[in-house]
């Protein structure tokens, strides 16, 4: 009886053992590493209807972050601020920036400045500012130095795993709480055990069950 | 296998070489013919009977695949499930197919380490019954999460979320113990295929040579060499060793779904050993249904013998048994335990809103087999055929009672209330029925229903010593009739 395969075809169960098991961890780590959202979202910097640089007014002019965003303290949400806070200043400095057209208009019109919001969060997570800013967890730690960017950009994942890490080990995040909205903030030498005390007083204790945050 | 001696190769034709024994093989047959009766159905046209069989199984295939997309889309609301019974058909189906799928390993692995040599005959389609049983059963947990594309999360894979599975959960268990025997029955099913595979090819004419290819392919350059024969047999034992103990374990996980809450009812510790025989039971139950039919259409009646179903028919009893015994010792329990929450449990079990599925269970498992006392009775082929079906109901109907009538009557008496199945319930389980008999119908048509190189082995034939010795007392090819019955004697 002649023979059915080549020769050759010897070698195809060392390729298909070697292919199933070099392939399943490849297909583990692809969607690990590509469908994640350190992949997908970081990075994520959409052109906002008003060329408002948050390097300028937050960075060099020192603007602390609560003088427009000012529910952080008492709300789940962060608000955008109104074209009212704008105009607290800007009716008064670069009136006739072209710059500022927009604001301007939105002023005259009552018609709100259409800004695109840049940290999303699944709607099947809840997350609330106000637990978070009031126990230690400071701007920068979730959004990155703000103040040296020109426009607003996403620059951690906001993944659930992301979360975690601080809610399974909020002493290596927290700081006081004056120290919230300060960029570049540099933590002293002893923070961890600072932290844990603190932790311990105020029994801070960050959820890490499902219905924590998806309820 | 057949390294038997000569004192032992009497043993093929007369048993234990006291008692006289049918032979496994009737009709006299030779090995060719025995490879021509079963391969011959794998190559000829394929019969109109085969179409009109597979029609009606994919009608049901395609119920069930409807009914299932029409779940995804909308939800787990289409089912009967409210509170307090959370578990339905989805469950009852799970541990229904997922025991039917005890069959095939039991009779492969146990039986082979057991040297039963009669389990040959049955063994090549009962794995492969067990393989469908287990897609089957797998189908059903993984719908009945509701979300089912989040199914990855019962598996240990790297995440972004960091999330990992709750090993303290008997649900995770079950994903486990059912994934790794699905996967060693499916390894075990094809090492045992690999002579048989070899064989067809052989016979496969020049001019096929797609169907060469094929086979020749998954027979994995099979040449019946002495030494491909020694690792097919080393790894053979192998596989029966690993696979034995998954017989006892996935079925006990898979009670430990139950016992492990506290739910009255459920909370047993009689549950992993009663599931066990419960699951041999009704896996019984479904060779029998399916052999009864397939020795009579391909016929098969001379390698699977009447005295191959009688031995089926008593473990059929064996289990019946022990599973009607468990069902007496819960009653017991309940009584002796003391508490009211277990004793109303199982009173209400037998008079409460669902004593009619209780007694349908009673009578199906406990009752009917009792008839397979009487040797008659358990070689009347039409009269077991009747019983396998009863089985068949009876152990779906066991689990419809430990799960539904556990749950309708929980510690909250204003949220008692009676469950009853959609449309889309029953749909479900009989699109099941549809899954399973496509595959089976496609598992009669390509592949060798009945294991050729293994009941080879146990023929008078295989014996070494088989064809010398004439007048010595020793070989048995000059008496060959002796182990036949009564009835075909002095005819050869």
């Given amino acids: 009886m002649p023979q059915i395969f080549p020769k050759k075809a010897n070698i195809l169960p060392h390729i298909s053992l070697i292919g199933a098991l070099f392939g399943g961890v490849f297909t583990i780590f692809f969607v690990w590493y590509y469908f994640s959202p350190e992949y997908t979202d970081v990075g994520y910097e959409p052109e906002q209807p008003v060329p408002y640089s948050h390097r300028l007014h937050a960075g060099q002019l020192g603007i602390d972050c609560q003088y427009c965003h000012n529910w952080v303290e008492v709300a789940d949400h962060s608000n955008v601020p109104p074209t009212q806070t704008c105009m607290n200043c800007h009716t008064q400095i670069r009136t006739e920036s072209l710059k500022l057209l927009p604001v301007r208009e939105s002023w005259a019109t009552d018609a709100p400045i259409p800004w695109v919001k840049v940290h999303n969060l699944p709607d099947y997570a809840n997350f609330t500012h106000t637990m978070h800013v009031n126990n230690g967890v400071g701007c920068e730690t ?52 600072r932290n844990m005390e603190r932790i311990r007083i105020e029994h801070i204790e960050p959820p890490t069950y499902c219905s924590g945050c998806h309820y | 296998m057949s390294t038997a001696s000569t004192g032992k190769s009497l043993a093929f034709t007369a048993g234990d070489g006291y008692h006289d024994d049918p032979p496994l093989v009737a009709g006299n047959l030779s090995f060719h013919e025995v490879t021509d009766l079963v391969a011959l159905h794998t190559e000829k046209k394929t019969p109109m009977a085969w179409y009109g069989a597979f029609s009606i199984a994919n009608i049901g295939l395609m119920i069930l695949l409807l009914s299932v997309a029409y779940l995804f889309w909308n939800g787990v609301g289409v089912w009967g499930l409210n509170n307090p019974v959370g578990w339905g058909y989805a469950i009852v189906n799970f541990v229904f197919w997922v025991g039917i799928g005890h069959a095939g390993t039991l009779i492969s692995a146990i039986l082979y380490l057991f040297r039963q040599k009669w389990r040959t005959a049955i063994n090549r389609s009962a794995e492969a019954m067990t393989i469908f049983a287990v897609i089957c059963a797998l189908l059903f947990p993984t719908i009945h999460v509701g979300r089912v594309w989040a199914i990855y999360w019962s598996l240990p894979i790297p995440n972004q979320m960091e999330m990992w599975p709750q090993f303290k959960s008997p649900l995770l268990w079950d994903v486990f113990a059912v994934s790794v025997y699905f996967t060693v029955s499916l390894v075990f099913w094809y090492v045992g295929l690999v002579p048989d595979l070899a064989t067809l090819r052989d016979r496969t004419p020049l001019t096929k040579k797609l169907r060469q290819k094929v086979l020749g392919f998954f027979a994995l350059g099979w040449n019946g060499a002495n030494r491909h024969w020694r690792n097919y047999e080393k790894a053979y034992l192998l596989l029966a060793a690993l696979a034995t103990p998954l017989v006892l374990s996935v079925h006990s996980v898979v009670s430990f779904d139950f016992a492990v809450s506290i739910i009255p009812g459920w909370h047993t510790t009689i549950f992993p050993p009663y599931f066990v025989a419960g699951a041999i039971f009704s896996g019984f139950g479904m060779v029998m249904t399916l052999m009864v039919i397939a020795r009579k259409v391909y016929h098969m009646e001379n390698i699977i013998t009447i005295n191959h179903l009688e031995k089926m028919n008593i473990i059929i009893l064996l289990t019946g048994t022990m599973v009607g015994f468990a069902y007496i010792t819960e009653f017991f329990i309940a009584w002796y335990s003391g508490s009211p929450y277990e004793q109303y449990a199982f009173i209400n079990r037998a008079t409460g809103p669902y004593a009619w599925a209780y007694w349908t269970m009673m009578s199906c498992n ?13 070689r009347n082929v039409a009269f077991m055929f009747v019983v396998s079906i009863f089985v068949n109901i009876g152990m779906w109907f066991e689990r419809f009672v430990i799960v539904v009538t556990s749950l309708h009557r929980d510690y909250l008496p204003s949220a008692w209330d009676y469950y009853t199945p959609t449309a889309i319930d029953v749909l479900t389980l009989i699109g099941s029925f549809g899954l399973f008999f496509t595959l089976f119908l496609i598992f009669l048509r390509f592949l060798p229903m009945v294991a050729l190189a293994e009941v080879k082995m146990v023929m008078p034939q295989s014996d070494p010593h088989f064809y010398e010795g004439h007048g010595d007392g020793h070989g048995a090819a000059h008496d060959l009739s002796a182990g036949k019955p009564e009835s075909d004697r002095g005819k050869s």
């Fill in chain 1, 142 to 193: 979730c959004h990155g130095r703000i103040d040296e960017m020109e426009v607003v950009r996403q620059v951690e994942p906001l993944s659930m795993g992301w979360c975690l890490e601080c809610h399974r080990q909020p002493e290596l995040y927290l700081r006081p709480n004056d120290q919230v909205t300060t960029m570049g903030y540099v933590q002293p030498a002893d923070f961890v055990e």
């Fill in chain 2, 366 to 378: 406990l009752l009917f087999p009792q008839f397979f006392w009487f040797k008659k009775l358990r």
